[in-house]
């Protein structure tokens, strides 16, 4: 149980290399305004702007995103932004709350393994005074 527990984790930490992706989470305008805003903005404003109001400070890695509801912006194409609308119940799954979620179910199964091999010690001790 223990062994598993690490197994676990490293899986984890694998999917986060492999399916990780850094986005900025924004509020999406209406796609009919993106191209009013794209006519009003100053080239020096940031180019999420153009798009929807940003949420949080910056970039954030997420998982498990469905790559047809990012956006890339033709004047930035490294920069990609994932519309997010909060009210209708999406959240993006980070990778913090990920990495998170895997280290509690593994400080669980770490648990249940000690557990069980405390368990299994004391019917042993059991058994063999028992048996004496």
């Not at 149980?1 to 899986?11: K, P, Y």
């Not at 492999?18 to 305008?29: D, G, P, S």
């Not at 498990?64 to 920069?79: H, K, S, V, W, Y």
């Given at each position: ?11 984890c ?30 080239p ?19 998982m ?16 990609r ?49 028992r048996?004496?």
């Open positions: 149980m223990l062994a598993l527990a690490v197994l676990g984790l490293f899986a930490q694998t999917a986060v290399s492999l399916l990780a992706v850094e986005v900025m989470i924004i509020r999406a305008w209406p796609e009919a305004e993106w191209e009013a805003q794209r006519a009003i903005r100053d020096r404003d940031p180019v999420w702007q153009v798009y929807g109001v940003r949420e949080g400070s910056g970039p954030v890695r997420v498990f995103i469905n790559a047809e509801t990012l956006i890339t912006p033709p004047e930035d194409p490294t920069m932004l994932l519309p997010v609308d909060r009210a209708a119940g999406q959240e993006p799954l980070t990778v913090n709350a990920f990495l998170f979620r895997a280290t509690l179910a593994a400080a669980a199964a770490g648990f249940l393994g000690c557990g069980l091999l405390m368990a299994g010690a004391i019917r042993a001790r059991w058994a063999r005074r048996a004496t």
